[in-house]
């Protein structure tokens, strides 16, 4: 019995995409006057979209004022990447300058009485960000090549990631090794934090 070639490319895609960064969903309530902060781990030049919207309480009915949000998504060192000012949904997407922690915080103003705003998050990082039906649309092209095209793509990221975990690894080995060093040889601790400095800042 032969098992057809789409079908063996699909599950190599399911298998391989297990093993891929996932996009995150979810669903919170934010009270008035208070801040809620949702932070992915994204490295260098990883691609990331992201969308976000205020449910309506009253169904059919414009959206009240109580329920706008301010919405900031920033990098590792506090670098803007969207900023949204009393809004009820927006979106974002941008490939990451910097390897680290980006944070999207959604802040809801003051009120009297206060509300309590449910918002609806969906963040997606690495191949899972990509909307593979417009590459399909774009390029005419058949599911076979499609289905090789999410596949090489996958393969490259968990690559690209294997990296990354590795030289984060590495880092912060260095760093464990070196604060027993700057303990005992306090008057060179410049000279110890080159290699911290390179491992974080990348300097």
Sequence with gaps: ???????????????????????????????SGHTKCVSEDINHNGMTVGKYGVVNPNEGYPLP???????KVTSPYGNSYHQGDHVE?????????????????????????????????????????KDWTKVAKKGQVDM???ELKKLFDTVSSIHEEMFYLRERKKCKSLIKQQIPEWRVLDSYRLLFAYPLLHCKYGI
């Design 1 to 31: 019995m032969t098992v057809p070639i789409s079908n063996l490319v699909t599950n190599v895609v399911i298998i391989l995409g297990l093993f891929s960064k996932f996009g995150e969903s979810m669903r919170f309530d934010l009270t």
């Design 65 to 71: 004022d109580t329920h706008k949000l301010t919405v």
């Design 89 to 129: 949904s927006g979106n974002f997407a941008f490939t990451a300058a910097e390897a680290g922690d980006y944070t999207a915080c959604f802040w809801s103003p003051d009120h009297n009485p206060p509300a309590t705003v449910t918002v609806e998050f969906e963040w997606k990082t690495g191949v899972v960000s």
């Design 144 to 146: 076979m090549e499609l």
